[in-house]
C-alpha cells in the first residue's frame, strides 16, 4: 500500500499534474521567448545607483496650485502653520494687460481749482517792460458742480469737460461780451477731478491725481512709495477698471519695463497683492467703487460686475478641478503604475503620485502588503526590465532581518516595474498536497 502512494506521488509528479509556482531566476543570456535576468540583492549603494536613472513624475493641473483665500482674522481664529510647503505654490499667475488707452489731452472737471491771471498794469508802457509777470492779480476759481466757474463782473463760464485750449476761447468770450479787456492767462492749478486709488503692498497709499501730463503704472507706483512686497515672486499687480480685473505678476512687471508705461485713466483702482488674496482685493476695489460712484444705481451696477467677475473666475476653477477629477475617476487620465504579484496582500496595480516620486516602502505598506504566513520574506523582487524588453533586472531585498526594510525607503519605483513576493517553501508544499492530495487517494482506492 505504501508503495503504491509513492508510486502515485512520483507518477503524477512526473506528469506535470503537481503544483507549479512562479519564482525568479538568472538567465544568462537573453532568448527569442524571454529577456536575460540579473539578481542583484538590493541595497542602499545599489538603491542609490538605480535612482539615477531619469524619471519625472507626472504633474496636476495648474489649477490645482492656486492658493485658496486666507480668511480675516477677524471673521476666524487662528489657524495652525500652511501644511502646504511654500515650494508648490505657483511660481505665476495669468497675466492679463488693460488694453491700450488713446492719448488725449486733459479735460477739465469739478473741483478742479483754475488760476486766472491778469495784468494790472495801467499804461501800454508797464506792460512793454517786463514788469508784467511781477504785477499780475492772479486769482483761483474752483469748478462747481454744474461745471461753471463764477468770475466777478463777468458770471459763470462753463468749462467742465474741455480742454484747457477750449476753457480759454470760452472765457475770452466771456470777457468781450462783458466789454473787458480779454488780457489774461489760465492754468490749472488743483488737478482734483480725476484720480486713481493705489493700495495694497506699497509704502502709502494714496489717491494720485491725472494731470495734464498722462498717468502711467510706474509714475503712480512711485508716488505711492513703491512696492514694499518682500517676496516677488507670489506678488501681483492688480488693475481694476471698469467692472474688469487685469492683473500683472510683480516678477514679469520688474523684467518688462513697457508694462511701466501703462497709461492709467480715471477711477483707475491699483491693488498691489502679496497673497494672491482676491478677497483681499475685491473688498479694496469694492470700497474704492463706493467712493467714485455718484448714485446708488451706479454704485449697484459697478459693484454688480465686480461681484460676476469674481464669481466666473471662481466657477471656472471649480468646473476645471472636477472635470479633471471625474476622468480621473474614470481612468481617462494617463497615469504610471506599478505592478503587484506573488504573495502580495492583493495583486493588482500601484498607482504611481503627482509631483513627488514614490518608493518601494509606499507600494509594499501602502497597498500590497506581505501575507508573511504564505509570503517569503527573504525573497522579495522589484523587477525592472530595459527600454528594449532583452534585460530584466531583479533587485532582491531580504527583509528576514526588519532592517534591511530601510533600503525599501530609498529606492525609487519606476513606471512598469514590477513588485513580487516569492512563496515559502512550506506553502508551495501544502498548495502541491492539496491539489495532489485527491488523484493520491483516488488512486489508493483503485
Known amino acids: 500500500m505504501r508503495f503504491s502512494w509513492m508510486l502515485t506521488f512520483v507518477v503524477l509528479s512526473g506528469c506535470g499534474s503537481a503544483y507549479i509556482s512562479p519564482s525568479v531566476q538568472e538567465v544568462s543570456e537573453a532568448s527569442a521567448s524571454s529577456p536575460s535576468v540579473d539578481v542583484v540583492p538590493l541595497t542602499v549603494a545599489v538603491a542609490t545607483q538605480a535612482n539615477r536613472s531619469a524619471y519625472t513624475p507626472r504633474h496636476l493641473p495648474k489649477i490645482f496650485a492656486q492658493v485658496t483665500p486666507i480668511p480675516s482674522a477677524r471673521q476666524s481664529p487662528a489657524l495652525p502653520d500652511p501644511v502646504v510647503n511654500a515650494a508648490t505654490r505657483p511660481s505665476a499667475v495669468e497675466t492679463r494687460i488693460p488694453p491700450k488707452q488713446a492719448t488725449t489731452p486733459y479735460r477739465i472737471g469739478v473741483a478742479d481749482v483754475l488760476l486766472l491771471a491778469t495784468p494790472t498794469a495801467t499804461s501800454t508802457v508797464e506792460q512793454l517792460s517786463g514788469l508784467l509777470a511781477a504785477q499780475n492779480k492772479r486769482q483761483g476759481y474752483t469748478v462747481q458742480d454744474d461745471g461753471a466757474i463764477a468770475i466777478p463782473d463777468v458770471g459763470r463760464v462753463q468749462v467742465a469737460d474741455l480742454t484747457l485750449d477750449e476753457a480759454e476761447a470760452e472765457i475770452f468770450q466771456a470777457l468781450v461780451k462783458n466789454q473787458i479787456t480779454p488780457s489774461f492767462s489760465l492754468e490749472i492749478a488743483e488737478f482734483n477731478s480725476q484720480r486713481v486709488a493705489i493700495g495694497g503692498a506699497v509704502a502709502k497709499p494714496i489717491l494720485a491725481p491725472i494731470s495734464l501730463k498722462p498717468l502711467l503704472l510706474g509714475e503712480a507706483l512711485q508716488l505711492a512709495g513703491g512696492i514694499t512686497a518682500a517676496d516677488q515672486d507670489f506678488t501681483t499687480i492688480r488693475l481694476y477698471r471698469g467692472g474688469k480685473i487685469y492683473q500683472i505678476p510683480l516678477t514679469k512687471y520688474l523684467s518688462d519695463s513697457t508694462l511701466h508705461s501703462i497709461r492709467l485713466t480715471d477711477q483707475d483702482s491699483i491693488y498691489v497683492d502679496i497673497s494672491f488674496d482676491l478677497v483681499r482685493a475685491q473688498a479694496f476695489f469694492s470700497e474704492q467703487i463706493q467712493l467714485v460712484s455718484l448714485t446708488a444705481a451706479a454704485r449697484s451696477q459697478a459693484m ?143
Open 304 to 446: 454688480a460686475k465686480l461681484q460676476a467677475e469674481f464669481t466666473i473666475q471662481s466657477k471656472r476653477a471649480d468646473e476645471l478641478r472636477a472635470g479633471f477629477q471625474s476622468r480621473e475617476a474614470l481612468d481617462a487620465i494617463a497615469r504610471d503604475y506599478v505592478y503587484l504579484a506573488g504573495e502580495v496582500a492583493t495583486q493588482g496595480r500601484f498607482t504611481l503620485p503627482f509631483e513627488r516620486k514614490a518608493m518601494l516602502a509606499d507600494a509594499l505598506f501602502s497597498q500590497a502588503g506581505i501575507t508573511t504566513r504564505e509570503g517569503n520574506v527573504s525573497q522579495i523582487y522589484l523587477l525592472r526590465g530595459n527600454h528594449e524588453g532583452t534585460k530584466v533586472t531583479a533587485y532582491q531585498l531580504d527583509a528576514r532581518n526588519m532592517a534591511n526594510m530601510v533600503v525599501a525607503t530609498r529606492m525609487e519605483l519606476r513606471p512598469g516595474d514590477i513588485l513580487f513576493v516569492a512563496e515559502q517553501p512550506v506553502t508551495k508544499w501544502n498548495r502541491t498536497i492539496s491539489q495532489i492530495g485527491p488523484s493520491i487517494i483516488a488512486a489508493a482506492v483503485n
